[in-house]
């Protein structure tokens, strides 16, 4: 794969990443009766992060075309595991005010943080000034 593929692929990983992570989006997001973006939902965030990333099978191919390195997959994999084992309460994916309540997407959200700052420690300088921007859904 090109580096191009790979600073796309890695950009898109890390705004999924600021997506999952920022309880203030997600309330702004998720809780908007005007909001017609299906994009600004928890099943579209769960979708990008799993499904447009191509991370199932433990990041296999990611990892295999270089994408994300070991150290990187390490940093986040408590976090990745609690998230792909996450059911909404009532296991209802459309009840963003249930999800936000709930205690188990609360504790994922603060393990999706701490990996962010550990992730901080081995990224380049401007996949750090990506992941301190800010993220607008308007």
């Not at 928890?42 to 994408?67: A, G, H, Q, V």
């Not at 750090?128 to 607008?136: G, M, R, T």
Request: charged share 30%.
């Amino acid at each position: 794969m090109s580096k191009t593929q790979k600073e796309l692929w890695r950009k898109e990983w890390l705004s999924s990443l600021k997506e999952l992570t920022s309880l203030e989006l997600q309330k702004k997001s998720w809780l908007d009766k005007k909001n017609t973006n299906p994009h600004w939902s928890f099943i579209e965030f769960i979708s990008c992060y799993f499904d447009d990333l191509m991370i199932d099978n433990n990041y296999k191919i990611p990892l295999e075309n270089n994408w994300i390195t070991e150290k990187e997959l390490l940093i986040i994999q408590n976090w990745h595991n609690l998230l792909d084992k996450y059911e909404p309460p009532k296991n209802d994916n459309y009840n963003h005010y249930s999800i936000l309540k709930d205690k188990n997407w609360l504790k994922i959200v603060e393990k999706g943080i701490e990996a962010i700052e550990q992730l901080i420690e081995v990224l380049n300088k401007e996949e750090i000034e990506f992941l301190n921007e800010d993220i607008s859904y308007q």
